[in-house]
């Protein structure tokens, strides 16, 4: 059976590796055109036909998430571990998952309004996810996703980190959640796409 621990091992592999550099070359693309971390309009780019079309990927291979503790100081324990981020640079993170794709049985990807080509993610967890999800919250008590009081966390997808961001308070378990975001198209199609698959892969449904 598919663990955690081997979930995060498995989207290191050599296919997962290469979708998560194609991923990042897209995002980079989108993301950083303008210099910066500047956020241009996506719809804007060449051949966006080819670029926002869903790719869907062998289950545990494509679109793979996984959240983690964002490690500040390194202090070279075993747990610790680099990853590389979107644009290039690198953070350190806990190698154990706080919660991943055996926990999220599917995502929607939901258009962000004011922000057009961008997405928000609702995000059907498992009873054990929606556990796991209260827990990541607590820390904010504001309801606010701007909030200082919570630790950032960060959000990979195939092994490479896309963003951080902090859990709104919740008041008790859940089974939806939403994540601000933004998501570039892309990326949010693509994780849309292949977390039923992921899903069923992992907790070996």
């Not at 922000?115 to 904010?140: C, E, I, M, V």
């Not at 997808?157 to 961001?165: C, L």
Request: glycine share 6%.
């Amino acid at each position: 059976m598919t663990t955690k621990k081997n979930i995060f091992r498995s989207i290191l592999s050599a296919p997962a590796a290469l979708a998560a550099v194609f991923l990042a070359a897209v995002s980079c693309c989108l993301l950083a055109a303008c210099g910066g971390g500047n956020i241009m309009d996506p719809l804007n780019v060449d051949n966006k036909s080819e670029v926002y079309k869903p790719v869907v990927g062998e289950p545990g291979e494509l679109g793979v998430v996984s959240i983690h503790e964002i490690i500040r100081h390194k202090r070279g324990a075993e747990k610790e571990v680099e990853v590389e981020t979107m644009f290039g640079d690198e953070i350190i993170v806990d190698r154990n998952p706080l919660l991943d794709s055996s926990d999220i049985i599917s995502i929607e990807a939901i258009a962000i309004n004011d922000l057009p080509g961008f997405y928000k993610l609702r995000l059907h967890l498992t009873q054990d996810g929606g556990k796991a999800w209260r827990k990541l919250s607590l820390g904010n008590l504001e309801d606010t996703p701007s909030s200082n009081s919570a630790s950032s966390l960060a959000f990979l997808i195939d092994g490479v980190s896309y963003r951080t961001f902090k859990p709104r308070f919740l008041y008790s378990d859940v089974d939806t959640v939403v994540i601000d975001g933004p998501f570039d198209e892309p990326a949010a199609l693509n994780l849309e796409a292949n977390a039923i698959r992921n899903f069923m892969h992992f907790s070996q449904q």
